[in-house]
Nanobody, 124 residues
Framework: EVQLQASGGGLVQPGGSLRLSCAASGLTFDDYAVGWFRQAPGKERETVSCISSHDGSANYVDSVKGRFTISSDKSKNTVYLQMDSLRPEDTAVYYC?????????????????WGQGTLVTVSS
């Protein structure tokens, strides 16, 4: 059974940092593009970032470029999202997902497996 476990969310003040983790069981991230997506209350789920299964290249939505960094640790079968300079508008439930042999186009509907989400709240 494939499971993705997202963790690391919490309450942080504007300007602060969090690191989200996505740990997988039942699949090896080597074969999958891994993406982070978020959904704020009353809004549609949107792409945040993804990392390609082919070459490890990453892509980001414009609103997080320069503030968020996606990375992977193959030895732990875990993908991270380092979030710095957080803003109130980053508040959302963050989900990780996996796309078999995917690239870095981060197309949400290509993703086959989803984690349960972790809540990030940016507020003073």
């Amino acid at each position: 059974e494939v499971q993705l476990q997202a963790s690391g969310g919490g309450l942080v003040q504007p300007g602060g940092s969090l690191r989200l983790s996505c740990a997988a069981s039942g699949l090896t991230f080597d074969d999958y593009a891994v993406g982070w997506f978020r959904q704020a209350p009353g809004k549609e789920r949107e792409t945040v970032s993804c990392i390609s299964s082919h070459d490890g290249s990453a892509n980001y939505v414009d609103s997080v470029k320069g503030r968020f960094t996606i990375s992977s640790d193959k030895s732990k079968n875990t993908v991270y999202l380092q979030m710095d300079s957080l803003r109130p508008e980053d508040t959302a439930v963050y989900y990780c997902a996996a796309d078999f042999l995917g690239g870095n186009d981060c197309y949400i509907y290509d993703y086959d497996y989803w984690g349960q989400g972790t809540l990030v709240t940016v507020s003073s």
